[in-house]
């Protein structure tokens, strides 16, 4: 089975340094079909769960930055779940792989951005 997740920078911080995350989250990056990429969705941040099954999307409210969940669209429809993998590789393509070794750096790249 694979497993990809498509993770916002402040995601990675949390995956990578929170109790009960970190190890878990170490742990996985020596499955062989495991990947995480970091990509910052801006300006719309949403939530996507995708099966063979069913697409999900949700929106995030700019004011709390959390999920509202009177905003998700869902689908059993092939064509809505053909068009989530399209969409999810675009943005998988574009983003950065997140690995053991490189995590402190993507993270750290927030940092020397905001200190400018």
Known sequence: MEAR???NRD????LMTKR???EKTKKRFSYP???????ELEPVPF????TEKVILIGLYEKSSKSLDFFK???SEGS??????YELFNYLWERGET???ENWRIIIDKEKSKSSI
């Not at 079909?33 to 990509?39: A, T």
């Not at 939530?47 to 995708?50: D, E, H, R």
């Open 5 to 7: 997740l498509l993770i």
């Open 11 to 14: 995601m990675v911080r949390q």
């Open 20 to 22: 009960g995350f970190k």
């Open 33 to 39: 079909n495991y990947e995480i990429r970091m990509l």
């Open 47 to 50: 939530a996507m769960l995708l």
């Open 72 to 74: 998700v669209l869902s």
């Open 79 to 84: 064509e809505a779940i053909e068009w989530g």
């Open 98 to 100: 997140v690995t053991s």
